[in-house]
Structures are given as C-alpha cells and as structure tokens.
C-alpha cells in the first residue's frame, strides 16, 4: 500500500524542513548543535502536525546517528528497555553517536515509564528526543526534565501551510504528473487547523477524489468532500478544539447538560483527562473566581485525582466536577482585572514605587525616606488606613469591578464601606 502524502514528501535534509527558523534557521541553535555534531536530550513540544517527528530524524540523519522510535501510546517499559538495550549495543558511551531514541507523545508516558528512561539519559547510553503537544512542566517529570532542553514549536503560518502544498506538487512524484491549479486554499487552511499531516491528508483526498487529470482546488470542492470523510473525535485536528470550546462555553453558560455531553464526546474519543481536568481548572478562576471561589478547590482537586486514577474511573469525577462548574454563579471579574492591569502597565510603563510603600533595608534608604508614612493597617481600626498603592501617575485608578453575584456583591459593600467614595465602589 502506498504511503500517505505527508509520508512520501517528509523533509531528509535541514534545508528542506519548513518552519522554526528560530531553530533550524542559520542561526537557529539546533542548527549550531547539529553542526557541531553535539546534540543534547531534547524535548519538542509544539502543536499536532508541526513537524517534531521530522525535525528528529533529520537530526538523526545529519548526525549519523542509530535512530529508534517509540509511541508512547502502545509502549510500556519492557519496549524502553528493549530499545535502550539495543541503544547500548550500537552506540559507545559518552561519543558523538550515541543512539536517539524519539518518543512520540512523550507526555503519555506514566511516572514508572519516565523513570525508566533516566538512567539512559544520564550516562549517555542514548540521546532522548521526546515530542508533546502538552506543556512539558506539567507533563513529564522533573528528574527527566531537567536532563533536557526543551524546545518551543511555533505553529504553522499561512505562509507555511502554502509552501508546504507547492512543494507536495512540486516534489511528490504522483501528483506531479496531474495539472493541479489551487484557486483557493483558504478552506484547506481552515480544515487543517494549522496541522501540516493533515492538510496533506485532506489535499491528497481532493486530488485522489478526481478522474482527471486537471484538477482546479476550490474551497467548495473541498469542504464538501471533507464532510463527507469527517471523522467522529480528531485529538489532534479542529474538531479537538471546537468539541472543548463547546465543553468549555456550555459550563460558562450554566448548562451542566451540554457541558456533559460534549464531555462525553471527549472522553469517547479517546481524549487525554487530564487535557479536560485542566481546562476545567483554568475555567475555575476565569469564568467563576470569587463569585464561588470554592470552584477553582474543587478543579484542583479534579485535576489532582484524575492524574492519580486515570480512565476509566475518572470519568466520574470529571462529571462530577463539570456538573459542579456549571451550577455554580459566574463571574469573570478577576480575569478581567488582571487583564486591565496588564494594558495599564504596558501603556503607562515602569512607574516608580510611592516612597511610602518602599522597603528600607539600608541606613541610606532609611535616610532617604524610604518607607516613611506608610501606615501598618493592624494598627488602625479595622485593619484598615486609607493611604495611596498605585503610583501618582495613576492614583485612584479602577482595575477591579466586583461581578453581580452575592458573594461580590458582599466584596463590594466591603470595599465601599473602606474607600468610601475613592473608587466610585
């Protein structure tokens, strides 16, 4: 059977590789690395269909180095014994050639699996090159962690998506012989969702969907040969973030049974729990916050417990906690306080510090004034004195607006009660 597209046209050599300048560029630091033939363990995380499966090869290629490849879907320790045995065998220690072994979804790996790699990593019997699509900090262990460099991904650009279709046209040897005139290519970005896999999958599918041998690319065309072919739960694709953008707004908007149901489509496609967990959690404080801040404790805790048990147990406590967030009063007060403060600073810049709020750790500082007048609220009525903490340029600026519900409703009355007239509380 013949390869996919996207197989048949992967990039051999640094040059050919699309995107990451900032890596594989001339000044691109694994560029450097590669030139020198010294390449550390690394971790690519980026966004699906980016090319992190590619960039490990070429750099096996470049460096003439043994290359293994595991997933970490269907591998468990016995399979990263087996390849590190291997490793061992057809590297030396501590030389330029020791073996890579690259790890698809490395952020699937459980705790044991990770520790089962660290040895390796330390003494050298292989150079580890794990790929995510999650946040490393969160996902893969501190111990391992620390023996990598971790390298960011930028998604594609339009202008990468477009390289990447002329060059298939171009390079690959069946759809060379076709006349293919891309008149739009706006629907392929879209569906590709800025993966470059599968907008080499769904070209190949539009072009395999013609007789003839001329073939005029439009975004109707296209979309209509899509829809035919759409498949239930991408995790990796546009539908992964639409289904979660539904989950997500159907708890914003207090509807415990749409954010079920697109839970459940999540969780029926195979989606990673705690992906959900911590989506849910990142909800807690901006859609919820102080309008119920016992919601952001229970997505922690969610958060914490999936990671501990796992599927297909935590389906339950998935439930139980999006059921929870969307019941609960909303605010997203918070949220857009930090967001008011974040625009004030970049437009007003480094403010100096009231002399009153400064510390003083030094005779000259004390001299100076710094720290005078400040006033130790625990000494006043209340625990409250009323005394300026913006900066002059600034002063009595509001960057909080408590949100309509009881419990803001109560912060405001307390902020009211203190400021009085200050902050038009």
């Known amino acids: 059977m013949e390869a996919p597209l996207a197989e048949r046209i992967r990039p051999q050599k640094l040059e050919d590789y699309v995107s990451q300048s900032h890596l594989v560029g001339p000044n691109g630091s694994l560029t450097q690395q590669i030139s020198r033939g010294i390449i550390p363990s690394l971790i690519f995380w980026g966004p699906p269909g980016t090319g992190k499966t590619t960039l490990a090869q070429i750099i096996s290629q470049e460096s003439k180095r043994p290359f293994y490849i595991l997933s970490a879907i269907n591998s468990g320790v016995k399979d990263i014994r087996d390849v590190i045995e291997k490793a061992k065998q057809s590297g030396g220690l501590f030389t330029a050639k020791n073996p890579i072994l690259f790890i698809d979804e490395i952020h699937r790996f459980s705790k044991s699996q990770q520790d089962s790699l660290l040895a390796a990593v330390e003494k050298g019997w292989i150079t580890l090159i794990g790929a995510t699509t999650e946040n490393p900090s969160f996902e893969v262990i501190p111990a391992l962690l620390s023996r990598c460099q971790v390298y960011v991904l ?247 607006n408590p949100g309509s519900n009881s419990r803001e409703n109560s912060n405001r009355e307390f902020l009211k009660n203190r400021w009085k007239d200050k902050y038009g509380y």
């Open 154 to 400: 930028n998604a594609f650009t339009k202008a990468d998506l477009e390289t990447l279709l002329h060059r298939a046209m171009k390079t690959d040897s069946y759809l060379a012989t076709k006349n293919i005139i891309l008149k739009e290519t706006e629907a392929l970005l879209r569906l590709s969702g800025g993966d470059g896999r599968k907008l080499l999958n769904i070209f190949e599918l539009v072009v395999n969907a013609s007789a003839s041998d001329e073939i005029i690319i439009t975004n109707d065309i296209v979309f209509a040969l899509v829809q035919q072919n759409t498949v239930l739960y991408d995790k990796s694709g546009e539908q992964h973030y639409d289904i979660v953008s539904a989950f997500i707004k159907s708890i914003r908007g207090s509807d415990p049974n749409g954010a079920v149901y697109w839970l459940a489509r999540m969780i029926e496609g195979g989606e990673d729990v705690k992906f959900i967990a911590r989506r849910m959690l990142i909800l807690s404080s901006e859609d919820i916050g102080n309008a119920n801040p016992t919601a952001f404790i229970m997505a922690n805790n969610t958060f914490q417990a999936v990671a501990t048990i796992g599927y297909p147990e935590s389906r339950i406590i998935l439930s139980q906690c999006a059921i929870y967030l969307a019941t609960s009063p909303k605010s997203n007060a918070s949220y857009l306080a930090i967001g008011n403060a974040q625009q004030l600073v970049k437009q007003t810049g480094d403010l100096p510090v009231p002399i009153h709020l400064r510390n003083a750790p030094t005779k000259l500082m004390k001299e100076l004034g710094y720290g005078d007048d400040y006033k130790y609220s625990h000494d006043y009525a209340n625990n409250f004195a009323e005394q300026e903490f913006l900066p002059e340029a600034i002063k009595e600026t509001v960057l909080y």
